[in-house]
């Protein structure tokens, strides 16, 4: 079965601080990652993927499969990057698996 | 491109009424997902879709919720009767062939009283 864990339901930091959102998966296989925001009174979407390997927003990720993790960090955090964010894997279905979300809060 | 559209945008009802919710997806896409979040949780898959065929409803509970794409287009997912858990968001997505890249509408927010 696959599986998304994210430890923190709250996550607070200063404007200007560095930021890591922690996403640990189970999967037996070869899933895809992706992280998904929502930012308030806005539909879910797409943040960023593990495949393509690019800085959407100043967010990365790296995937590390030795400890089955897909961390979001960004070094310098902004008041606008306040939002819900969700990490999610897919399997050969495409079909998504999420975690219960981060509520990350950028104080001023 | 317009994005996935969704109504009712907000529903109340009672419990053992039913209640329909209708998706557009991104034309040109053919796969179709709907998805149920309870408060405090990620989103779950209920059903996908391919073109009118389904792909995966394993999650669907089947007793009491419907869904059907006819067209290959508009979905519908309807509940009867509710309960009280099935509050929650109701969740539309769409993603083409090619990409996979799946697009979430604005969500229905069922509340059963």
């Known amino acids: 079965a696959q599986r998304v864990t994210q430890p923190e339901k709250l996550l607070s930091v200063f404007k200007g601080a560095p930021v890591e959102l922690k996403c640990n998966y189970s999967?037996?296989?070869?899933?895809?990652l992706f992280w998904y925001v929502q930012y308030s009174r806005q539909r879910l979407q797409l943040l960023l993927r593990?495949?393509s390997r690019e800085s959407i927003k100043g967010f990365t990720a790296d995937l590390n499969k030795g400890e089955t993790s897909f961390h979001l960090k960004k070094p310098f955090a902004q008041e606008e990057d306040s939002a819900m964010y969700y990490c999610?894997?897919?399997?050969?279905?495409?079909?998504?698996?999420f975690g219960s979300g981060t509520q990350l809060t950028v104080l001023p | 491109e317009a994005g996935v559209a969704q109504s009712p945008r907000y529903k109340i009802i009672e419990k053992r009424q039913s209640v329909a919710f209708w998706c557009n997806p991104i034309?040109?896409?053919?796969?179709l997902y709907w998805y149920q979040q309870i408060l405090g949780q990620g989103p779950k898959l209920l059903i996908q879709?391919?073109?009118?065929?389904?792909?995966?409803d394993s999650q669907l509970p089947k007793d009491r919720f419907s869904a059907e794409r006819l067209k290959g287009v508009d979905s519908t997912l309807k509940i009867q009767p509710a309960k009280l858990e099935d509050s929650a968001v109701y969740l539309c997505?769409?993603?083409?062939?090619?990409?996979?890249?799946?697009?979430f509408g604005p969500g229905t927010r069922l509340t059963v009283l």
């Open positions: 999610a894997l897919t399997g050969s279905a495409r079909q998504l698996t």
């Open positions: 999967y037996s296989g070869s899933p895809e």
């Open positions: 593990h495949i």
């Open positions: 997505a769409s993603s083409s062939l090619l990409r996979g890249t799946q697009y």
């Open positions: 034309s040109g896409h053919a796969t």
């Open positions: 879709f391919q073109n009118n065929g389904v792909v995966d």
